[in-house]
Nanobody, 126 residues
Framework: QVQLVESGGQLVQAGASLRLSCLAS????????MGWFRQAPGKERIFVAR????????NYADSVKGRFTISRDNAKNTVYLQMNNLQPDDTAVYYC???????????????????WGQGTQVTVSS
């Protein structure tokens, strides 16, 4: 069965950098899009970034463009989210997600992703 395990979240100060990891297991992720989403308290889960497992093509939410970088290491079955210049508004639980996407469609809605990790908390203090 598919398992996605996030790690790396912690409390940091504004302006700091942090790298989240998502260890994926349970199946081959060839042809998948891997996504990062986040959910702040009292708010809905929203798209942050995605990467194509095969090609490394990426896409980002406007709020994180230029600050966050998503990448994947296929040999390690791991997806990363490098977060730079973190701000208090970035505070959220960050979730890794996956869906089969052989045509590399531009999925951004959480409902389009069928597999999810348990999340890792990122807290940014001012």
């Amino acid at each position: 069965q598919v398992q996605l395990v996030e790690s790396g979240g912690q409390l940091v100060q504004a302006g700091a950098s942090l790298r989240l990891s998502c260890l994926a297991s349970g199946r081959s992720f060839k042809g998948y899009s891997m996504g990062w989403f986040r959910q702040a308290p009292g708010k809905e889960r929203i798209f942050v970034a995605r990467v194509n497992w095969n090609t490394g093509d990426t896409n980002y939410a406007d709020s994180v463009k230029g600050r966050f970088t998503i990448s994947r290491d296929n040999a390690k079955n791991t997806v990363y989210l490098q977060m730079n210049n973190l701000q208090p508004d970035d505070t959220a639980v960050y979730y890794c997600a996956a869906r089969h996407n052989p045509w590399n469609l531009a999925f951004r809605d959480p409902a389009d992703f069928g597999s999810w990790g348990q999340g890792t908390q990122v807290t940014v203090s001012s």
